[in-house]
DNA sequence: CAGTCGATTCACT
DNA sequence: GTGAATCGACTGA
């Protein structure tokens, strides 16, 4: 007899706690992704914290902008932004609302729905490589900047249902510097991720970039 | 208003 | 391991 997965949705309570709290907290839960040809299932293996407007790698680090008015807001919605003029990478803001932290979704195991995510991401060699790394993540699920602002605690209406599945042991948890973060940034060692797991992104350092002649 | 660069990925050597 | 792709947000003048 299989034990029935818990599929209780996380609260905003859930989200309303300190981020360095909240990130290793999300390994090994499932993000729900509804989609019109069905539902992709994602089990997290890899977050980074990103903590306000004093973590000089946080988009928040300059004060509120347009770009990041949803970090400010309440707990437990959805982050998006564009970068490297291609990609988008997906955030869920924590508490307290005006904090602007939220947990950058940096990479998962596809659970359900591979099917629909292989179609999104042609170049993956393997299901491994479906969602390994943040813009492959987004681009597996298929986010972008239409769900910055989504609730991701209003399931089953929101296009997203954060389950609390099963969290991963405490001993599996693995931390350290977050990466491709600029200068003071990459002293903070709040990059969390499952131990072993083969759908972790390799760590890489900032690499800033060639000047243009 | 022009210059700079990014919480990255991919193709190629 | 190296460099290109590609554009919008942000910065500072």
């Not at 990041?68 to 990609?87: A, I, K, Q, R, S």
């Not at 393997?126 to 681009?139: F, I, Q, V």
């Not at 072993?196 to 243009?212: E, I, K």
């Amino acid at each position: 007899m299989i034990a029935t997965p818990d599929r209780t949705p996380l609260t905003r309570e859930f989200f309303n706690r300190p981020v360095l709290e909240v990130a290793p907290d999300l390994l090994g839960r499932v993000l729900v992704r509804t989609t019109p040809d069905g539902p992709i299932e994602l089990r997290l293996t890899e977050v980074e914290a990103y903590d306000g407007e004093n973590d000089p790698g946080s988009h928040a680090y300059r004060g509120r902008t347009a770009r990041n008015e949803v970090m400010y807001g309440p707990p437990g919605h959805v982050y998006v932004y564009f970068t490297y003029g291609m990609w988008h990478c997906m955030n869920l803001v924590c508490g307290p609302e005006g904090r602007a932290s939220a947990v950058l979704l940096r990479a998962g195991e596809v659970i359900v729905g591979a099917e629909l995510a292989r179609k999104r991401r042609i170049s993956a060699r393997n299901d491994k490589e479906l969602a390994k790394g943040p813009a492959r993540l987004t681009m597996a699920l298929g986010v972008d900047r239409a769900l910055d602002g989504a609730d991701a605690c209003a399931a089953p209406d929101s296009p997203f249902a954060t389950l609390t599945g099963t969290p991963v042991a405490p001993d599996q948890v693995r931390s350290g510097p977050r990466t491709g973060v600029a200068g003071d940034g990459g002293i903070h060692p709040w990059r969390y991720w499952i131990g072993n797991d083969p759908t972790v992104s390799p760590y890489r350092a900032h690499t800033p970039r060639r000047r243009r002649t």
